[in-house]
């Protein structure tokens, strides 16, 4: 479990060598805009299946996911224009949002959204992800770094102590330094009027 600080000096060569990791199917730890995430390959079923692993949760239950704009959400999602017009206000930043999602693109969503007929989808606003989304060809499966049940952590080292000994554990680690950040709020789009189902 390889550990890596980003630094201004530094950017393009971490952000070099994080897409190479997920690219190739790993699971990276990475900073956000809230809080640090566990990242991979959405369209990758093996990353996808070892992020539930890392993470401890069932993989009957969801993760969000993270999309570098609204033209790649709508692939995923069933959006109407009401919806959209919503979302720009929303979007990038510190709110999920959950669609029903498009049936054509049940496959592509792999494991982290098969089950039902809903998706979470966030347009992150932090520089780094932001570049990476940008310079991938596929959304990032996300989820927060913390066992299920249990708190988000707020730096790197809590990460490497977290999964330290432990036989899933991510493949790196960026630091990022430390994250004030709550989770994202969470607002279902499923329903009219919207729901809030996390503040």
Do not use: H
Not at 141 to 151: D, I, L, P
């Amino acid at each position: 479990m390889q550990v890596l600080k980003i630094t201004e000096k530094n950017f393009k060569e971490i952000i070099k060598i994080t897409l190479k990791f997920i690219k190739n199917g790993k699971v990276v730890i990475f900073p956000t805009d809230t809080v640090y995430g566990l990242v991979c390959d959405v369209t990758n079923k093996k990353a996808v299946r070892k992020l539930f692993k890392i993470k401890n949760r069932p993989i009957k239950k969801p993760v969000p996911i993270f999309v570098k704009d609204i033209k790649t959400a709508k692939k995923l999602a069933i959006v109407n224009k009401e919806q959209e017009k919503l979302l720009k206000k929303y979007w990038p930043g510190k709110t999920t949002v959950v669609f029903k999602k498009t049936r054509l693109r049940a496959v592509f969503t792999n494991a982290s959204a098969r089950q039902g007929n809903t998706i979470a989808i966030r347009i992150p606003k932090y520089k780094p992800l932001n570049i990476l989304l940008n310079k991938l060809n596929f959304p990032l499966a996300q989820t927060s770094v913390n066992f299920s049940g249990k708190s988000p952590i707020a730096n790197a080292g809590e990460a490497l102590k977290l999964f330290n000994r432990r036989k899933n554990k991510p493949d790196l680690i960026i630091d990022g330094g430390k994250l004030k950040n709550k989770s994202s709020k969470i607002i279902d789009l499923t329903v009219n009027p919207p729901k809030i189902l996390r503040p």
